[in-house]
């Protein structure tokens, strides 16, 4: 009796001490972060729409859809630009994924390089990679505890996370023999890039939120 007196009384001084500081702050990143995954999820479906049903001129290279993945690419490429910047300790691991994520914005301006002649984005894309890799492996012991440092932060799974997606599931998901099996004799070109380039803008909104909340702990972290 006494002790289920005790659990009662402990009970209702818990119930009045209330929520705690650290919960309420764990809460409202819990909250906030699902906010910013509703609104990349609207996002997505909302630029896939105005292509095909409002502005309907498809997928093509001044689309929403295609600039949006562009735009997204450029912030996740300057995130990484300003974490080497500002933490000098860090510069040749942010080096490398900067690099990395340059090329992936040149990749996706393949169309405009075509311009000058077909498969000119590899150039600058070799040149970015080769200056990038000679910079950070001056120091290749110091690059790799660096790395260790930025890959410590948690809001790096979620970039790692993007590009897997991006890489393996949307290419492994988008290629057209895939979708021929699938459709047969109906198969329509546009009903897989529709689905295949939704796929690709979701991997860069989650690429640059990753990139975006890696490089703002970093600039309040102190190693």
């Not at 500002?86 to 169309?111: N, P, Q, W, Y």
């Amino acid at each position: 009796m006494k002790r289920k007196h005790s659990t009662f009384h402990e009970q209702h001084i818990d119930a009045q001490v209330g929520i705690s500081d650290s919960s309420k702050k764990a809460l409202y990143r819990s909250s906030l972060n699902a906010l910013v995954i509703l609104a990349i999820s609207l996002l997505v479906n909302l630029a896939i729409r105005i292509d095909f049903s409002v502005l309907k001129h498809g997928l093509g290279e001044t689309s929403i859809t295609e600039v949006l993945q562009l735009l997204m690419l450029i912030v996740s490429t300057t995130s990484f630009y300003l974490v080497l910047r500002e933490r000098k300790d860090l510069s040749h691991a942010a080096t490398l994924i900067f690099g990395f994520l340059a090329v992936l914005t040149i990749r996706e301006m393949d169309a405009w390089f075509d311009i000058l002649f077909h498969g000119a984005w590899v150039l600058p894309a070799l040149v970015v990679t080769i200056t990038c890799c000679a910079y950070a492996f001056r120091r290749h012991t110091g690059t790799i505890n660096q790395m260790a440092t930025i890959l410590d932060v948690r809001h790096m799974n979620t970039l790692i996370g993007g590009v897997v997606l991006l890489v393996v599931f949307s290419r492994l998901y988008g290629m057209g023999s895939f979708w021929q099996s699938v459709m047969h004799e109906y198969y329509v070109r546009e009903v897989k890039d529709v689905s295949e380039e939704a796929m690709e803008l979701l991997c860069y909104c989650l690429i640059t939120l990753g990139a975006v909340k890696t490089r703002l702990t970093l600039k309040h972290k102190t190693v």
